[in-house]
C-alpha cells in the first residue's frame, strides 16, 4: 500500500463498497475497500499512500475513531468521510481533525471523484513536504557542532570576521568551516542556507 494514487474503502455496506470500487475504478484508481475500521489497521503500514473513503457510522470503531487513531499513529492519509446521517458538530470535529471533504450518502459521483482528486494532491504535496525535510535533516546531520554553530551565526547576518572574534578562532578558520557548511548542505548562497537552517530550528 504504497502507491500514490490508492483509494481506500472504509464502509460495513457491501453494496457501498461495491457501487464505489466500480465508480473509482472507471475513473483509474486502484481501490481495495474494507469492512471495517480494525481490518483497514490490520493492513495499514508506515509507508501509505493515497487517500481514505470512510463511512461514520460503522460497528465497533467508527469512522471519527479511526481518524483519530490514524492521527496517534502519526498517518497523515487524507480523509472523505462519507455519512448517511451526518450532522454538523461531527462534520465539524472531523475537518478540524484533519478530513478533506465531509459527504452524505447517496453520494454525487462527480463530486466524490472531485474531493478524491484533491485528497491525493494533498497527499502527493505532503509527501513532498515531508521529503524535502528528510532530504534536509540528511544534510544537517552532517555537520559538525561547530559547523552548526557557525551556520547559525552566518544566517544572523554576521560577518566571518565577527563570528571569528565571537568564538575566537581565527577568520580563515570560520572562512573554512563555511566552505564546508556550504558544500554538505548543498547550498548555493546565504539565502538557500537560511532557509535550510530554518528547519533546524523547528
Given at each position: 500500500?504504497?502507491?500514490?494514487?490508492?483509494?481506500?474503502?472504509?464502509?460495513?455496506?457491501?453494496?457501498?463498497?461495491?457501487?464505489?470500487?466500480?465508480?473509482?475504478?472507471?475513473?483509474?484508481?486502484?481501490?481495495?475497500?474494507?469492512?471495517?475500521?480494525?481490518?483497514?489497521?490490520?493492513?495499514?503500514?508506515?509507508?501509505?499512500?493515497?487517500?481514505?473513503?470512510?463511512?461514520?457510522?460503522?460497528?465497533?470503531m467508527?469512522?471519527?475513531?479511526l481518524?483519530?487513531?490514524?492521527?496517534?499513529?502519526?498517518l497523515?492519509?487524507?480523509?472523505?468521510?462519507?455519512?448517511?446521517?451526518?450532522?454538523?458538530?461531527?462534520?465539524?470535529?472531523?475537518?478540524?481533525?484533519?478530513?478533506?471533504?465531509?459527504?452524505?450518502?447517496?453520494?454525487?459521483?462527480?463530486?466524490?471523484?472531485?474531493?478524491?482528486?484533491?485528497?491525493?494532491?494533498?497527499?502527493?504535496?505532503?509527501?513532498?513536504?515531508?521529503?524535502?525535510?528528510?532530504?534536509?535533516?540528511?544534510?544537517?546531520?552532517?555537520?559538525?557542532?561547530?559547523?552548526?554553530?557557525?551556520?547559525?551565526?552566518?544566517?544572523?547576518?554576521?560577518?566571518?570576521?565577527?563570528?571569528?572574534?565571537?568564538?575566537?578562532?581565527?577568520?580563515?578558520?570560520?572562512?573554512?568551516?563555511?566552505?564546508?557548511i556550504?558544500?554538505?548542505?548543498?547550498?548555493?548562497?546565504?539565502?538557500?542556507?537560511?532557509?535550510?537552517?530554518?528547519?533546524?530550528?523547528?
Amino acid at each position: 500500500m504504497t502507491m500514490s494514487d490508492n483509494i481506500f474503502v472504509v464502509d460495513d455496506d457491501a453494496a457501498v463498497r461495491d457501487s464505489l470500487r466500480m465508480l473509482l475504478k472507471a475513473d483509474g484508481h486502484e481501490v481495495t475497500t474494507y469492512a471495517s475500521a480494525k481490518d483497514f489497521l490490520d493492513a495499514c503500514t508506515d509507508d501509505i499512500r493515497g487517500c481514505i473513503i470512510l463511512d461514520v457510522k460503522m460497528p465497533g470503531m467508527d469512522g471519527p475513531m479511526l481518524q483519530a487513531e490514524l492521527n496517534r499513529r502519526g498517518l497523515r492519509l487524507p480523509i472523505i468521510f462519507l455519512s448517511g446521517q451526518g450532522t454538523i458538530p461531527v462534520t465539524v470535529r472531523a475537518i478540524k481533525a484533519g478530513a478533506i471533504d465531509f459527504l452524505t450518502k447517496p453520494v454525487d459521483g462527480s463530486e466524490l471523484l472531485s474531493s478524491v482528486r484533491e485528497a491525493l494532491s494533498h497527499d502527493l504535496q505532503q509527501h513532498e513536504h515531508d521529503s524535502g525535510r528528510e532530504f534536509v535533516s540528511s544534510r544537517l546531520s552532517t555537520l559538525t557542532d561547530r559547523e552548526r554553530e557557525i551556520m547559525m551565526l552566518t544566517v544572523t547576518g554576521r560577518t566571518s570576521k565577527e563570528i571569528a572574534r565571537q568564538l575566537s578562532i581565527s577568520y580563515r578558520t570560520v572562512e573554512s568551516h563555511r566552505a564546508h557548511i556550504l558544500r554538505k548542505t548543498g547550498a548555493a548562497n546565504l539565502i538557500e542556507l537560511a532557509r535550510i537552517a530554518s528547519h533546524d530550528e523547528n
